[in-house]
């Protein structure tokens, strides 16, 4: 005989939902048009890895996820982030207050993007990894 659900066992299952939706984060993400499905954690760290074209010199850009992709900050060299900025302000200034759902990038010569334990690498197009939710 199956019982009926209790309030307090329907109050337990949403506040148990909730906290699973609060802390994972999927994602699809999608390489040259190859869409796939990756489970994240609120608070991951990822890294944006590629050499930019013109400096010749690699560039990282780092970022956490919480309820987006946020808290970006780019390490790269002094002629590299004047390539980006003309000089005219600290690059990590402006990145820092960003958010988005997606990080989406393009390269001739390679994008490496880490997230967690995912690792992605593509040369020659592009890579867009897009939060399903962002609660």
């Not at 003309?86 to 997606?102: C, F, H, M, Q, W």
């Not at 990080?103 to 010569?109: D, E, H, N, Q, T």
């Amino acid at each position: 005989m199956i019982r009926p659900p209790t309030m307090k066992r329907l109050l337990f299952a949403l506040f148990a939902a909730g906290i699973v939706g609060f802390f994972v984060k999927p994602a699809v993400v999608i390489q040259n048009g190859s869409e796939t499905l990756a489970l994240f954690w609120r608070f991951q760290e990822g890294t944006l890895h590629f050499i930019n074209s013109v400096t010749d010199r690699p560039v990282d850009i780092h970022f956490r996820i919480t309820s987006t992709f946020s808290d970006f900050r780019m390490v790269t060299d002094e002629l590299t982030e004047q390539y980006y900025t003309a000089g005219g302000y600290d690059v990590n200034d402006r990145l820092k207050p960003e958010t988005t759902s997606i990080l989406r990038s393009c390269s001739i010569r390679g994008i490496e993007l880490t997230i967690g334990n995912h690792h992605w690498h593509i040369e020659g197009g592009c890579l867009e990894v897009r939060l399903i939710w962002t609660l």
